[in-house]
Protein backbone atom coordinates (compact mmCIF):
# COMPACT_ATOMS: atom_id res chain seq x y z
CA UNK A 1 0.00 0.00 0.00
CA UNK A 2 1.81 3.65 -0.38
CA UNK A 3 0.65 6.73 0.51
CA UNK A 4 0.33 10.34 -1.58
CA UNK A 5 0.35 13.52 0.36
CA UNK A 6 -1.48 16.54 -1.71
CA UNK A 7 -3.06 19.52 -0.55
CA UNK A 8 -6.08 20.76 -1.94
CA UNK A 9 -7.29 24.22 -2.17
CA UNK A 10 -10.67 25.83 -2.80
CA UNK A 11 -13.56 27.16 -1.44
CA UNK A 12 -13.98 25.48 1.86
CA UNK A 13 -10.04 26.38 2.71
CA UNK A 14 -7.23 23.43 2.32
CA UNK A 15 -6.54 20.73 4.02
CA UNK A 16 -3.43 18.39 4.04
CA UNK A 17 -3.22 15.12 4.98
CA UNK A 18 -1.98 11.75 3.78
CA UNK A 19 -4.26 9.27 1.75
CA UNK A 20 -3.95 6.37 1.43
CA UNK A 21 -3.69 4.39 -2.08
CA UNK A 22 -4.50 0.82 -2.23
CA UNK A 23 -1.90 -1.17 -4.82
CA UNK A 24 -5.31 -1.01 -7.56
CA UNK A 25 -4.76 2.64 -7.02
CA UNK A 26 -7.88 3.56 -5.44
CA UNK A 27 -8.04 6.30 -2.23
CA UNK A 28 -8.86 4.62 1.16
CA UNK A 29 -9.30 7.82 3.25
CA UNK A 30 -11.05 10.93 2.19
CA UNK A 31 -10.01 14.79 3.01
CA UNK A 32 -12.81 16.57 4.74
CA UNK A 33 -12.67 20.21 4.05
CA UNK A 34 -12.06 22.68 6.93
CA UNK A 35 -15.59 24.89 7.68
CA UNK A 36 -16.08 27.79 6.58
CA UNK A 37 -16.36 31.11 8.69
CA UNK A 38 -18.25 34.77 7.60
CA UNK A 39 -17.67 37.85 10.45
CA UNK A 40 -19.50 41.15 9.61
CA UNK A 41 -16.78 43.84 9.42
CA UNK A 42 -18.16 47.77 10.56
CA UNK A 43 -16.29 50.17 12.67
CA UNK A 44 -15.32 54.21 12.22
CA UNK A 45 -12.40 54.59 14.12
CA UNK A 46 -9.11 55.29 13.12
CA UNK A 47 -7.51 52.46 15.60
CA UNK A 48 -6.81 49.44 15.07
CA UNK A 49 -10.26 46.66 15.22
CA UNK A 50 -10.23 42.94 15.65
CA UNK A 51 -12.22 41.36 13.08
CA UNK A 52 -11.59 37.57 14.88
CA UNK A 53 -10.22 37.24 17.79
CA UNK A 54 -7.05 35.28 18.62
CA UNK A 55 -8.48 31.37 18.11
CA UNK A 56 -6.15 30.24 20.59
CA UNK A 57 -2.66 28.25 20.85
CA UNK A 58 -2.49 25.23 17.94
CA UNK A 59 -4.99 27.36 15.32
CA UNK A 60 -4.07 29.98 12.74
CA UNK A 61 -6.62 31.94 10.96
CA UNK A 62 -6.88 31.78 7.10
CA UNK A 63 -8.38 34.65 4.77
CA UNK A 64 -10.60 32.84 2.00
CA UNK A 65 -11.94 36.46 0.57
CA UNK A 66 -12.23 39.76 2.60
CA UNK A 67 -15.03 42.34 1.35
CA UNK A 68 -14.87 46.46 2.52
CA UNK A 69 -16.97 49.22 1.30
CA UNK A 70 -16.18 53.05 2.70
CA UNK A 71 -17.61 56.12 2.78
CA UNK A 72 -14.70 58.02 0.98
CA UNK A 73 -11.40 56.40 0.14
CA UNK A 74 -9.24 55.15 2.67
CA UNK A 75 -5.65 53.32 3.46
CA UNK A 76 -6.53 50.15 5.58
CA UNK A 77 -4.16 48.00 7.39
CA UNK A 78 -4.59 43.90 7.12
CA UNK A 79 -2.97 42.81 10.30
CA UNK A 80 -2.09 39.19 11.94
CA UNK A 81 -1.98 40.74 15.37
CA UNK A 82 0.07 43.93 15.16
CA UNK A 83 2.12 42.76 12.16
CA UNK A 84 0.85 44.57 8.79
CA UNK A 85 0.38 41.50 6.14
CA UNK A 86 -0.98 44.10 3.50
CA UNK A 87 -2.22 47.47 2.64
CA UNK A 88 -5.16 48.52 0.71
CA UNK A 89 -6.51 51.70 -0.73
CA UNK A 90 -10.12 51.60 -1.46
CA UNK A 91 -13.97 53.11 -1.46
CA UNK A 92 -14.90 49.39 -2.46
CA UNK A 93 -13.00 46.09 -3.01
CA UNK A 94 -13.26 42.68 -2.88
CA UNK A 95 -10.28 40.84 -2.60
CA UNK A 96 -9.95 36.84 -2.78
CA UNK A 97 -6.77 35.56 -3.10
CA UNK A 98 -5.36 32.39 -5.29
CA UNK A 99 -4.62 30.98 -1.68
CA UNK A 100 -6.06 31.24 1.89
CA UNK A 101 -3.65 34.57 3.47
CA UNK A 102 -2.06 32.63 6.41
CA UNK A 103 -2.51 34.84 9.81
CA UNK A 104 0.06 33.69 12.67
CA UNK A 105 -0.29 31.15 14.62
CA UNK A 106 -2.99 31.92 17.77
CA UNK A 107 -3.22 36.00 16.47
CA UNK A 108 -5.98 37.64 15.67
CA UNK A 109 -7.25 39.39 12.65
CA UNK A 110 -6.86 42.55 12.89
CA UNK A 111 -7.94 46.05 10.43
CA UNK A 112 -6.42 49.02 11.02
CA UNK A 113 -7.52 52.52 9.15
CA UNK A 114 -5.94 55.82 8.50
CA UNK A 115 -9.06 57.93 9.21
CA UNK A 116 -12.37 57.41 10.79
CA UNK A 117 -14.28 56.88 8.12
CA UNK A 118 -17.16 54.62 8.26
CA UNK A 119 -15.85 51.02 6.68
CA UNK A 120 -18.16 48.02 6.62
CA UNK A 121 -18.43 44.41 4.72
CA UNK A 122 -17.20 41.54 5.63
CA UNK A 123 -14.88 38.45 5.55
CA UNK A 124 -14.45 34.65 5.20
CA UNK A 125 -11.99 32.48 6.78
CA UNK A 126 -11.16 29.03 8.71
CA UNK A 127 -9.20 28.04 11.31
CA UNK A 128 -6.52 25.39 10.67
CA UNK A 129 -4.58 23.41 13.28
CA UNK A 130 -0.56 24.34 12.91
Known amino acids: M ?6 IYGLYGSTETAIKVGSDGTVETTVTPNTLTHANITFSDSSAQTIVAAPGAGYKIRIVILDLTALNNVEVALKSASTTIRTFQFSAMSWAPPTPI ?29
Do not use: H, P, Q
Open 2 to 7: GYLKRV
Open 102 to 130: NLAENEALVLDATDATRITGGVSYYLESV
